[in-house]
């Protein structure tokens, strides 16, 4: 496998970070994922701008343009032959000697590689995800996508632990976000709900185009918190991420969801933003 590392394309075995690197030290990063569908990139634009944002939030200089990080995003895709998976991009801090405080002028570090996997087709689908709750440990910055995931680490580790498949975070009894992905639920009256953007959760980008697809078919959704209780009584509930898409929750804490099966609304979204995404 090829990755980038500062510049150069190299094989993985011989991509070597600084030890004084403040991404490994501090967790002192900002990180992407796009998924990658036919070969073409999902959403790339947006990602690419949530990660200027949070760069720009925690003050580290975006060290490409929009046409760069796309070149480079293109020739690893192209060198990797990928035609399905993921690409992740990280940028750290760079690397100084270890000190909480940094100077200014560090030149970042920029890590990419390619992760070939299925997105489209999904192990998971025919039976639905299965949901713990969690209590959401997290910082007071969650829109800004860092690489100190150590919350979401222990979070996830309990769902698998649980036999689960994602956890979705808990405060204040109202659902925050799953460990890595955006929550939604569909209730008896069919009112799609996700919470709405603060400072709280990440800005999924999958999130915002499926309520463009919502909006874009006549169905109405609404930007509210909702308890768990909420959500254990939903018709429908569901996640989204750029790896699994569009993912039907059929239970939340052994609760089942509706009928216990993939809901429809959930399947529906779930094709048209992959016809939308390879619609060519
Ligand atoms: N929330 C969190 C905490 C996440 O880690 C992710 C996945 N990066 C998401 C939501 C979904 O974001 P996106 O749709 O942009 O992948």
């Known amino acids: 496998r090829i990755v980038y590392l500062n510049g150069t394309f190299l094989p993985i075995e011989e991509a070597r970070i600084p030890v004084m690197d403040r991404g490994f030290l501090f967790g002192d990063g900002i990180y992407e994922v796009t998924a990658v569908l036919d070969g073409r990139f999902a959403d790339n634009e947006a990602h690419l701008r949530r990660l200027d944002r949070s760069l720009g939030e925690i003050g580290i200089p975006n060290p490409h343009t929009v046409a760069e990080w796309t070149a480079i995003q293109n020739e690893l895709v192209a060198r990797n032959n990928l035609t399905e998976g993921l690409i992740y991009i990280e940028v750290t801090r760079g690397v100084q000697e270890r000190d909480f405080a940094y100077p200014a002028n560090l030149a970042p570090t920029v890590v990419m ?101 919502v909006a874009g078919n006549g169905l109405t959704f609404v930007e509210r918190t909702f308890t768990v209780e909420e959500a254990k009584a939903a018709k429908e509930a569901f996640f989204t991420s750029a790896s699994t898409i569009v993912m039907p929750v059929v239970s939340i804490d052994g609760t089942p969801i509706g009928d216990g099966r993939p809901g429809r609304l959930a399947l529906q979204l779930r094709e048209l933003y992959i016809e939308a995404l390879t619609a060519r």
């Open 113 to 213: 590689f390619t992760q070939a996997k299925p997105v489209r087709a999904n192990a998971g689908l025919a039976k639905g995800a299965s949901v713990i709750t969690v209590p959401d440990l997290r910082w007071a910055r969650r829109d800004i996508k860092s690489v100190a995931l150590l919350a979401q680490v222990l979070a996830k580790q309990a769902a698998v632990n649980a036999g689960a498949n994602e956890a979705w975070m808990v405060q204040d009894g109202v659902v925050t976000e799953g460990a890595s992905s955006t929550a939604f639920i569909v209730t008896e009256a069919g009112e799609l709900i996700t919470r709405p953007l603060s400072h709280a959760v990440l800005p999924g980008i999958t999130r915002g185009a499926v309520l463009r697809l």
